[in-house]
């Protein structure tokens, strides 16, 4: 490993132990499905999510417990400013990070439809897959971007256990190199 390499991990180390260990709530936004909902903080961190029920087991809860709590995060590595924003009306976040090398937008949303047969007022049988989706695209420049994925179970009790007849998460390209499905 050459002194280069040394030097930007310490520097990335100094950073996540700057790092606040909670963040103040104002520094969330929240999305959700009707059904279940997370928090996506203004670094690009979600420290809260609970998929398919408001009182499940949340997969992430950092929010709890920032040394054992589950988390996602995704931001650009180095120093970088971020504004996040509601897409206009709607239920999904955007996080715009700038950087000096370029700007990058992380989206995130729970999606939610309608079933086939509901009438136009109807608001209880909706389609809600339980989904966490995470867009991040390149606006201009180059960034490097650090993803970071821990899951937890049990309220940070323990770490997520892999489904059967896996041996851990994976992560893979998906529709080229816009997508990236993460399958734990």
């Known amino acids: 490993m050459d002194e280069a390499t040394t030097r930007l991990r310490g520097a990335r180390i100094a950073e996540r132990a700057s790092e606040p260990r909670y963040r103040p709530i104002r520094d969330y936004a929240a999305i959700g499905d009707c059904h279940g909902a ?7 961190g979600i420290d809260w ?6 009182d499940a087991e949340p997969v ?9 709590g589950g988390f996602w995060s995704i931001s650009p590595t180095g120093r970088h400013t971020a504004e996040q924003s509601y897409l206009g009306e709607t239920n999904i976040v955007c996080t715009a990070f700038d950087a000096p090398g370029g700007q990058v937008r992380l989206t995130d949303f729970m999606p939610v439809g309608r079933q086939l047969d509901a009438g136009v007022h109807d608001y209880v049988t909706l389609n809600a897959p339980g989904w966490l989706i995470r867009r991040l695209e390149g606006v201009a420049g180059e960034v490097e971007v650090e993803i970071r994925y821990r899951p937890s179970r049990c309220f940070a009790s323990g770490p997520a256990a892999p489904l059967p007849g896996r041996a851990s998460a994976s992560a893979r390209p998906a529709a080229g190199v816009d997508a990236l499905v993460v399958v734990a």
């Not at 999510?49 to 408001?54: G, K, Q, T, V, Y």
């Open 38 to 44: 997370a928090l996506v903080a203004r670094d690009g």
């Open 49 to 54: 999510c609970a998929l398919r029920r408001f």
């Open 60 to 68: 992430f809860c950092r929010i709890l417990d920032a040394g054992k």
